[in-house]
């Protein structure tokens, strides 16, 4: 079956950049579109990147998305870093029977 | 106002059946596939299963394939979810999410539903 997978945890600090990486686990991560979401504590997710590099309107251009083939892998990188970006991250995509695959989350601690 | 509620979540013993509801407002709810997405407490998020806009295509993640049955009634713009034979590891927030068909994501999800399955 096909899975993502993300680090556990990351840390920065205000204003400096992170990267989240998402590894796919079989087959080619550009064979399907990722897409990221950020979930704040108690609330839904929201998308910050669809179609592996594309920001939905409302998302500051802070936030970036990107394939790496090589490495069978997505990224979002998050550059001038608020505390307001402190969330889950998740990255997304689909599988090859078209069923929905979510990462395991990254949390993202701004300090 | 463009929203997706969800209820129907309670307290199931193991082994019984719940059956959950998603009622869309706010926008041309048969233009759109459906999904169930959940997170268990602590946990991330897991996808349930979806449907397409007529459905004609329907999918299950394998932790729920025959024992969770979608389906979605468009002239009351409503998506279900029932869920039979009901087991521990099923406790979670269960949220409604609506996919965007072009580009393809979740573009809007409800405020979800809590299940939990205990004895």
């Known amino acids: 079956n096909f899975m993502l997978t993300q680090p556990h945890s990351v840390s920065e600090s205000p204003g400096k950049t992170v990267t989240i990486s998402c590894t796919g686990s079989?087959?080619?991560?550009?064979?399907?579109?990722v897409q990221w979401y950020q979930q704040r504590p108690g609330s839904a997710p929201t998308t910050v990147i669809y179609?592996?590099?594309?920001?939905p309107s409302g998302v500051p251009d802070r936030f970036s998305g990107s394939i790496d083939s090589s490495s069978n892998s997505a990224s979002l990188t998050i550059s001038g870093l608020k505390t307001e970006d402190e969330a889950d991250y998740y990255c997304?995509?689909?599988?090859?029977?078209?069923?929905?695959?979510f990462g395991g989350g990254t949390k993202l601690t701004v300090l | 106002e463009v929203q997706l509620v969800e209820s129907g979540g309670g307290l199931v013993q193991p082994g019984r059946s719940l059956r959950l509801s998603c009622a869309a407002s706010g926008f041309t709810f048969d233009d759109y596939a459906m999904h169930w997405v959940r997170q268990a407490p602590g946990k991330g998020l897991e996808w349930v299963s979806g449907i397409s806009w007529n459905s004609g295509s329907i999918g299950y993640a394998d932790s729920v394939k025959g024992r969770f049955t979608i389906s979605r009634d468009n002239a009351k713009n409503s998506l279900y979810l029932q869920m039979n034979s009901l087991r521990a590891e099923d406790t979670a927030l269960y949220y409604c999410a609506k996919e965007r068909s072009n580009p393809r994501y979740f573009d809007l999800w409800g405020r979800g539903t809590l299940v939990t399955v205990s004895s």
């Open positions: 997304q995509s689909y599988d090859s029977s078209n069923r929905g695959v």
């Open positions: 079989s087959g080619s991560i550009a064979s399907n579109y």
């Open positions: 179609e592996d590099n594309q920001r």
